[in-house]
């Protein structure tokens, strides 16, 4: 079992930045893929970013590319989404996610762990 605990959620300006933790225990390993999924107000949950522990890869969805960074602090077995010129469109409760991959997965339904989420919300 692993077990994601998302923090760093919060109300910011649009234009202005925000950082995202999520803090991996239990059963973790490097073999794993740790994403950001998002879900705004009457949406679908949707992917945002992801990395793989082992190397580093990342991968991104072209509504956040250039504006998000996702990282991981392998002595803090967390990993962080830095989030800059924020937009409205960006309000959503956020959801850290991860499966053992050897490919980064961008569906919501191939990840088997999941975090409690953390809201976004981005101010005119």
């Known amino acids: 079992q692993v077990q994601l605990v998302e923090s760093g959620g919060g109300l910011v300006q649009a234009g202005g930045s925000l950082r995202l933790s999520c803090a991996a225990s239990?059963?973790?390993?490097?073999?794993?893929?740790v994403a950001w999924f998002r879900q705004a107000p009457g949406k679908e949950r949707e992917f945002a970013a992801a990395?793989?522990?082992?190397?580093?890869?990342?991968a991104y969805a072209d509504s956040v590319k250039g504006r998000f960074t996702i990282s991981r602090d392998n002595a803090e077995n967390t990993v962080y989404l830095q989030m800059n010129s924020l937009k409205l469109e960006d309000t959503a409760v956020y959801y850290c996610?991860?499966?053992?991959?050897?490919?980064?997965?961008?569906?919501?339904?191939?990840?088997?762990?999941w975090g409690q989420g953390t809201q976004v919300t981005i101010s005119p």
């Open positions: 239990g059963r973790t390993n490097s073999g794993y893929v």
């Open positions: 990395i793989r522990w082992s190397t580093g890869s990342t």
């Open positions: 996610a991860a499966k053992l991959a050897v490919t980064i997965p961008t569906s919501l339904a191939q990840y088997n762990y």
